[in-house]
């Protein structure tokens, strides 16, 4: 620092050398400075060619203040007009606006009437801070070549988020798109917009022979030197395994920049000391091609988190059969395809997992089931002899006696699926409550003893066993269907509470008979009077209910919670159908019609 005024009471007016704002500090808190450290880091300046309105020779309160709010932390070009040991030194400054376009600050002030033009001055031409020659190339780059030593110390960059300004022109050509038609591929990657980049067997080839080159024309890291990034721009980048890729700037992010590699549509972000400013082999095209899958529509027409991680497990870094669809209007427009596993598409698989839903005005034939044509394999010789398992099958859970229809009767929630579809429990002084005692004491001795119980062998549907939660304790279930393959995951019920889990096989064991002859303490019941609503602005949907929003069954939660609920059964086939009350016999999912999360039937 350097003291520019004193004041009473030891106080003491510092202006930081370093950072050039003033700060107010006691006599205690200063130390002299050694003479290596004389000096400053932060260059002095001034805006050039303009001077106070107003007449006046001082900057106005308004002016410092626009000034201030608009210059700092921001990047900008500067150009200084005159080198000399006089400061402030005379500054011409570039900032980007909004548009991405390079504005002067001074023209900026004359513009909003805060400064005036200096009269009598050759009019500047502008030159900006970084000259053409400036820029490093693969010749800088040459192995061998003596790096400038670094200097001691670089004024860290702004954290401010800048979004350069657009290049007019694609510094790499459109991928060359092959014709419509089936063909092998291989996924580069999946973009969590759900855009997947392919490239086919002969692109594969190019790139192959591409990378060699890039590694044996660039030997080492540049000279890092000033460059203004403008969104578009061609670059060199050293990617995380050392090698060096073709990429374009997408935005520049304090001392980073998010680039895309355009050879396999990867997008990360590389310190600027792993770039280099300079388009390679521009006469090769991009060779990853962006596709999107045909006749489906994503859950809330963006493909959700757990959608993209489901295609990245599926495709990313495969080679996968890919037929063409359609091919795009604009050259770097994304191609319409169909990928294939084993003649089923995923198109399918996604809809199968109910990330996305078919697209009505797209028609799909219905896929074929593909059976072989080979006549040998249809006359087999089965022998089960020593298969066959000699103890007797556990049967299925009951479930308890329903009160009769029209019968009003109190119950207790288990669990809520959607708004229409809940777990709920008599809440009538029964059996069911000696039911229940009995169960719990069951329960209990079996948890005590559990380890000796085998695990599960049979894993057909709707097979009952004990499962294991997240407590540690093993609870009646059945299971539902088999969700994973590696590694194996099924899908269960705890049929005493209404819930899912996805469970290894190794938490999952055998029920004893003895647990089956209680009956099943959570019944699931279709709510009557409401169905999803045909308008929903809503945008986060639920997965496995898309037609229900993540917001409706939060209000229907706060609806239930606390309350003293009956229901009156309306009918029993196909399905339990009951109305639920409140303790003033309304409905209780009423106010979810009021506020236009569900329509009444």
């Keep these: 620092g350097s003291i520019i005024t004193t004041f009473p009471g030891n106080i003491a007016e510092v202006k930081l050398c370093d950072f050039g704002n003033h700060v107010l500090l006691p ?114 780059c040459s192995y061998g070549e003596e790096s400038a030593p670094m200097p001691l110390y670089c004024p860290p960059a702004a954290a401010h988020r800048t979004f350069p300004k657009r290049e007019r022109s694609q510094p790499y050509s459109p991928p060359d798109l092959p014709h419509c038609g089936r063909m092998q591929v291989l996924v580069t990657h999946v973009g969590d917009d759900g855009v997947i980049h392919a490239m086919t067997s002969h692109a594969e080839q190019i790139f192959e022979t591409l990378k060699t080159d890039l590694q044996q024309h660039i030997k080492s890291l540049p000279r890092q030197r000033p460059y203004s990034w403008a969104l578009g721009h061609g670059c060199a980048v050293m990617g995380s395994d050392m090698l060096w890729y073709r990429a374009e700037v997408l935005e520049v992010m304090g001392g980073n920049v998010k680039v895309r590699y355009v050879d396999q549509g990867l997008i990360e972000n590389i310190p600027m000391c792993h770039i280099i400013p300079t388009v390679l082999y521009k006469e090769v095209p991009r060779l990853c091609i962006p596709c999107q899958l045909h006749g489906v529509i994503p859950v809330g027409t963006v493909w959700q988190t757990d959608a993209v991680a489901l295609l990245k497990e599926l495709l990313q870094c495969r080679s996968v059969d890919m037929q063409i669809m359609e091919l795009p209007s604009e050259p770097l427009g994304k191609v319409t395809v169909q990928i294939h596993f084993d003649g089923m598409t995923l198109s399918r698989i996604m809809e199968h997992h109910r990330h996305a839903s078919r697209d009505p005005s797209v028609s799909v034939p219905e896929e074929a089931l593909m059976t072989s044509s080979n006549k040998e394999l249809e006359n087999w010789d089965l022998n089960i002899m020593g298969l066959t398992d000699e103890r007797p099958l556990p049967g299925l859970f009951t479930y308890p006696p329903f009160p009769d229809t029209g019968e009003h009767f109190p119950v207790r929630i288990k669990h809520i699926r959607t708004p229409n579809e809940i777990v709920l429990c008599p809440a009538v002084e029964s059996a069911s409550v000696a039911d229940s005692e009995g169960l719990d004491a069951a329960l209990k001795r079996v948890n005590e003893e559990v380890h000796s119980l085998p695990l599960l062998t049979d894993f057909s549907s709707e097979a009952p066993c004990l499962a294991k939660y997240s407590d540690g304790k093993y609870y009646r279930a059945k299971l539902l269907k088999i969700e994973n393959f590696n590694p194996v995951k099924v899908l269960v019920r705890h049929v005493d509470y209404g819930s899912d889990d996805s469970l290894t096989t190794d938490c999952l064991r055998e029920i004893p008979v003895e647990l089956l002859q209680y009956p099943c303490q959570g019944i699931e019941v279709k709510v009557a009077g409401i169905r999803p609503p045909e308008v929903d602005d809503e945008e986060q949907r639920l997965s496995y209910k898309p037609e229900w929003s993540l917001k409706s069954i939060i209000e229907m939660m706060d609806l239930l919670h606390g309350k003293q609920l009956t229901a009156s059964v309306l009918s029993t086939e196909p399905e339990i159908t009951a109305h639920l009350y409140d303790e003033d016999e309304m409905l209780v999912l009423l106010p979810l019609v009021d506020k236009g999360l569900a329509d009444l039937m």
């Design 27 to 140: 006599f205690n808190n200063l130390r002299p400075l050694h003479q290596d450290l004389m000096g400053s880091l932060a260059l002095e300046c001034c805006l050039g060619d303009i001077r106070p309105a107003g007449g006046s020779s001082t900057w106005t309160a308004t002016a410092c203040d626009f000034i201030s709010f608009y210059l700092t932390g921001a990047m900008a070009i500067m150009t200084v007009k005159e080198n000399t040991s006089v400061r402030p030194v005379p500054v011409v400054l570039y900032c980007s606006n909004n548009a991405g376009q390079d504005v002067s600050v001074a023209d900026y002030l004359v513009g909003e009437g805060l400064a005036l033009k200096e009269r009598n001055l050759a009019k500047t031409k502008f030159e900006t801070g970084v000259q053409l020659e400036d820029i490093p190339t693969v010749e800088d």
